[in-house]
């Protein structure tokens, strides 16, 4: 059973940096994938980052492409990611996901860790 723990999260001020960090237990295959969702208040789930475990490739939603970094550490079982410029509509709880496929067909979660950001 995997478990996806995330943590990071909390106010920051409009154009700051955050870096999340997401600690996977239990068993990953070459095969997955770990990635980061949003939910912005009112709004469904948006995709963000992901990355491969056993590859460096790295995918991100075009809206945020360029101000987010996905990133991976297998050495402590951790995912990260690091976002810029921080605006309020970044705003939101973020989740760290395990799928097979680099933007959908997420089957397990993390219970979220909020990012609130201020003006």
């Known amino acids: 059973q995997v478990q996806l723990v995330e943590s990071g999260g909390g106010l920051v001020q409009a154009g700051d940096s955050l870096t999340l960090s997401c600690t996977v237990s239990?068993?990953?295959?070459?095969?997955?994938?770990l990635g980061w969702l949003r939910q912005a208040p009112g709004k469904g789930r948006e995709f963000v980052a992901s990355?491969?475990?056993?590859?460096?490739?790295?995918y991100y939603a075009d809206s945020l492409k360029g101000r987010v970094t996905i990133s991976r550490d297998k050495a402590k079982n951790t995912v990260y990611l690091q976002i810029h410029r921080l605006t309020l509509e970044d705003t939101g709880v973020y989740y760290c996901?395990?799928?097979?496929?680099?933007?959908?067909?997420?089957?397990?979660w993390g219970q979220g860790t909020q990012v609130t950001v201020s003006s």
């Open positions: 990355t491969r475990w056993n590859d460096p490739r790295t």
């Open positions: 239990g068993r990953i295959y070459s095969s997955h994938v």
């Open positions: 996901a395990r799928g097979t496929s680099p933007y959908s067909d997420w089957t397990v």
